[in-house]
């Protein structure tokens, strides 16, 4: 019998008995097991509240880029992040930015931004403006900050995964202490280079974490339509790399398991797989109606599964008033709106732009 969009797991399926640790024929669940002893990380209430001021800030400034996009201010591609933000500030929160590097494909708005990178040239950014992150030559899909070891910020759909196990390769030859995260989705799990890479780090113990961003669709196509195995976790089991099952809507959740992976990487165990199952609000990209679902089963993930409004319940249950968030979202939407002002304020490229940054040469 076919199987239908019905039969594929949700976000909170690691939260359903039978999880992988159960699995006697998933080998590689040391890490699982784990992290299953204690699921929730153990946060302070300051870093609850920073949790939810960047979560926060990822859906204002995603929800103002659509807008910017609607007035014809955003160009090209422009692949929102919005319903997925516990994933990227779950894993980067427990990121050491002085040393790890992070590398992702197009829809990187939300990992920069969680990486601490200012909104301002981010959004000048999407706009095509000189004082973009990429001199507003790249645009929403080729953000990149070798400053801040990040980068990108790319189209092809895993080739960030190949150029993150050559990222981690520089962290073990240049013994600089550092890890590499390179996210990709579930479309992006099935190209044929994501494996190279994972046999390759796996022989050499490079210091890589392998992250699916589950979000249940590649483009209009759903995980059960595409993938023969769509347990992501399992898929590096033949090249003898771990793998992890992470409810990816539960920011406490993702820091949890981030803490276990990352220690196992940086004890120089070798790259870990882990599958975070999320969800996007939005279409693919601004262009896509995203008729292959219902209004009801995106409807049904933001009333009972939204990050945001999990980590808002903890944090009231806790003591917190409304009016103290209430004034963090004031303080996000004041951010973003600045981000718009300057980007839609400062001065396109200079035509001359045209000629730099561009390779003529061999190298
Ligand atoms: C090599 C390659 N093949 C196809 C495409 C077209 N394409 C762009 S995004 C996408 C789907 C990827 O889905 P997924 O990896 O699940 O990432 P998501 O968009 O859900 O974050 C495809 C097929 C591409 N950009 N590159
Ligand atoms: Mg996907």
Redesign the pocket.
Known sequence: MARTAKTRKTPAKSQQQGGPSDNSDFALHSLQEAFEKAKTYDASEDEMMEFYRQMLLIRRFEERAGQLYGLGLIGGFC?LYIGQEAVAIGLQSALDNDKDSVIT???DHGHMLAYGIDPKVIMAELTGRQAGISKGKGGSMHMFSTEHKFYGGH?????QVALGGGLALAHKYNEDGGLCLAY??????N?GQVYETFNMASLWKLPIVFVI?N?Q???GTSTVRSSAETEFYRRGTAFRIPGMDVNGMDVLEVRAAAEVAFKHVREGNGPVLMELNTY?YRG?SMSDPAKYRTREEVQDVREHKDPIEGLKKVLVDKGKSEDDLKAIDKEIRKIVSEAADFSENSPEPEASELYTDVLVEEY
């Not at 189209?155 to 080739?159: E, Q, S, T």
């Not at 990709?184 to 799990?189: E, M, S």
């Open positions: 692949h494909g197009y829809r189209g092809i759909v895993g080739a990709f989705g579930d479309g992006a799990a190209q961003e979000n669709y590649a483009m996007r693919h």
